[in-house]
C-alpha cells in the first residue's frame, strides 16, 4: 500500500510539472560498455552472495549451537 501510495505522488507531481530534478538526473554518468558491463557484474555478484548465502546457510547441521 505504501509503495502504491509513493508511485501515485510521483506520478501527481510530474504531471503538475515538477520535474526540476529529472532534468539533469544523468548527468557525469557514461555509456561506456565497459563501464555498463561492470556495473552489472557488480550488481550480479553482490546477488549471488545473497543468494549462495541462502544455500550456505540451508546446509547447516544444528544452527542454534
Request: hydrophobic share 40%; net charge positive.
Amino acid at each position: 500500500v505504501t509503495i502504491l501510495t509513493v508511485i501515485i505522488v510521483g506520478i501527481v507531481r510530474i504531471a503538475q510539472g515538477h520535474t526540476q530534478y529529472l532534468q539533469n538526473g544523468f548527468d557525469g554518468t557514461t555509456r561506456k560498455p565497459l563501464s555498463v558491463a561492470l556495473a552489472f557484474y557488480a550488481g550480479l555478484w553482490a546477488y549471488d552472495g545473497w543468494n549462495s548465502l541462502n544455500s550456505v546457510t540451508e546446509e547447516l547441521k544444528n544452527p542454534k549451537r
